[in-house]
């Protein structure tokens, strides 16, 4: 472990949701599977006082970081075993337009310790610029993480899931214990690697019909689709994609989905045309 006096002079904010690894194992497995080679774009959202940020630094000629707290910062810069390879962004990760991070002929690999509290919308945030991320490794709340690799038909199934399948692989690594930080969060933490598919399986017309259409069945996911989806779709258009109206959001995959809201796209597409009017809804 490395020693809790480290953090003395530090006060944790609550607010950033800060937990900072402590376990020198766990943080040499992290590094083991991230993997880093020397002419790899990183960038490392959360830094902390850079726990992961001084043994990672060896394996690159120059690290891109992320950090709210302009404490923090100041103490990164500080360190001079890392502020001569760091490129620090005192930002809001969800402020930053990744975008305008891109290097010409390098894809982006991104990691870090995400906070609780917002874990879910930096990665909802970060799939706005998935065509220019090579690969993620995020430490996260382990319901974050079951949700994540979910199948239709279980509890953790949900927006998360379809979302996050739908541009990436997922890999689960290994589970980190909540002693593993300080301060000890409640819960426990999962490793997860996240790899963007090169070409998607099942591809959306619109994203913003799919996230629609999703939106509107988890709402109120304990509502039958012929209820949630009702303004939508009637009973019989359901029943010709092979979905029960009688089945509930988390009972529908992620292709199906896909197939309800390229329906209608298509259909949009069609009306723009002039060719027949839209009647998915009744």
Known sequence: MMHKQFYKNHHIRKRFGQHFLINVNIINRI?????????????EIGPGLGALTEPI????????????????????????????????????????????????????????????????????????????????H????????????AKPGEKSYGKLTIMAQYYCQIIPLFTISSGSFFPSPN??????????????????????????????????????????????????VLELFGICPLSRAENISGEQYIKLANSISNQYSLVKKNIFPISIGH
């Open 31 to 43: 590094i083991s599977a991230i993997n880093p080679q020397s002419n790899d774009y990183i960038i």
């Open 57 to 136: 630094i060896k394996y690159l000629d120059n690290l891109t970081i992320i950090e709210i707290d302009r404490d923090l910062v100041r103490r990164l810069s500080d360190n001079n075993h890392i502020n001569k390879k760091i490129i620090i962004l005192e930002k809001d990760v969800m402020n930053v337009n990744f975008s305008k991070l891109i290097q010409k002929n390098k894809k982006m690999r991104i990691f870090g310790n995400l906070p609780y509290n917002i874990s879910t919308k930096i990665i909802f945030y970060l799939f706005n610029y998935i065509t220019f991320i090579k690969d993620m």
């Open 138 to 149: 995020f430490m996260l709340q382990k319901e974050v993480a079951d949700r994540l690799v």
């Open 187 to 236: 819960v426990d933490s999962v490793m997860v690697r996240l790899i963007p598919h090169q070409i998607i399986p099942y591809p959306a017309i619109d994203m913003c019909m799919l996230n629609f259409i999703v939106n509107e069945a988890f709402k109120k996911r304990r509502k039958i689709l012929r209820n949630s989806l009702k303004n939508i779709f009637t009973a019989e």
